[in-house]
């Protein structure tokens, strides 16, 4: 969980203009506030036929409008679909190496998060 949350904080500020990089924590904030919203309040009311019984259909159901499964798969396309986005988004910018900024691969940025780990 803290590394996904050193990524995440790593790509909203190389996503984000320098003048907005004060935004990447609202932003993130923001954006597990809306998740778990939809994830559990708007998850629950979509699969709920005692929801949609009793405000939007005329005549009951045993069903809810969308099942686990169904509600998965939807955001499962979602997010790929946006990432794929933003992928091509943060392709158009400037990368960091020719800026002038080290260029990390993997192995050297465990690499030298681990030498950092070993330091007393």
């Known amino acids: 969980m803290a590394t996904q949350d050193i990524a995440v904080d790593g790509w909203g500020v190389s996503m984000l203009s320098k003048e907005k ?36 259909r005329s005549e009951p159901s045993d069903k809810g409008v969308l099942s686990l499964s169904g509600y998965l798969k939807f955001w499962g396309v979602f997010f790929i679909i946006i990432s794929l986005l933003l992928l ?15 260029h ?8 030298n998060l681990w030498k950092i780990a070993k330091t007393p």
Request: proline share 2%.
């Open 88 to 102: 091509r988004k943060s392709e158009n910018r400037v990368s960091s190496s020719e800026v002038g900024e080290q």
């Open 104 to 111: 990390l691969t993997l192995t050297s940025a465990y690499s």
């Open 21 to 56: 990089n004060g935004l990447v924590s609202t932003c993130q904030s923001v954006g597990g506030n809306i998740g778990y919203f939809l994830s559990y309040t708007i998850f629950l009311a979509l699969q709920s036929p005692d929801f949609w019984n009793t405000y939007f």
